[in-house]
Every structure is written in C-alpha cells, then in structure tokens.
C-alpha cells in the first residue's frame, strides 16, 4: 500500500542533497573547533584527517601529516600493540562482529618535536 508506515520516507534528491550538505557543514564545524585531536586514518592505517587541535597537540600540521603512517606519531614501544589491535579490528569487521566504537580512544603520541 503506498505511502503506509512501514515503507521508507522517500525525499527528492534536491532536498537530499542540501540535507547531506547541511551535515557535513556540522560536521566539519564539530572537526575543526573541537579541543581534542581527532584524525581519521584509512585501511593501511595512513592519515586521511587532521584537525587544527590534533596539529597543536602533535605540532605536525595537516599538509605534513594527511598521506602519512599513523605510526609517525606513534612512540616506538607502542606501534606492536596498535598494529596487533587494528589486526584485530579488521578481523571484527570482516565478520560483522563490530564491539562498540563510540568511545574516544586516547593514547600516548610523539611530538614533531620529539
């Protein structure tokens, strides 16, 4: 039966589109004032997002970092226990065994400066 509860809301793919705009507008304007560092990395575990905050923390700025192994800023003693547990990610992800990933994760990083 057309237009019952049970069938999804269709919207016209105008107002598609600006909804989808107005979100990555929020989403942006979240990413590039948040007081946190937040950096997104792909599948090989390269940098593909750097906030201003992730660059005061880290003092790498986006253009050195975006392209870049997460592991630059990563400390030496570290690197073993984060590949083993990206490893282990991707094996989760891989079975739609995906735990809860709505927490922040916070971790000891390496400075530009050493």
Do not use: C
């Amino acid at each position: 039966m057309a237009g019952s509860e049970d069938e999804p809301r269709q919207l016209p793919f105008g107002r598609l589109t600006e909804a989808l705009a107005s979100i990555e507008t929020q989403y942006r304007t979240l990413v590039e004032t948040a007081s946190d560092a937040i950096i997104t990395i792909d599948a090989e575990l390269r940098v593909i997002s750097w906030n201003p905050a992730a660059g005061r923390m880290f003092g790498h700025s986006p253009q050195e970092m975006i392209g870049q192994p997460m592991l630059m800023i990563m400390p030496k003693r570290f690197r073993k226990g984060f590949l083993a547990a990206m490893a282990s990610l991707g094996t989760m992800l891989a079975s739609s065994n995906v735990p809860s990933l709505d927490r922040p994760w916070a971790g000891t990083g390496l400075r530009k400066d050493g």
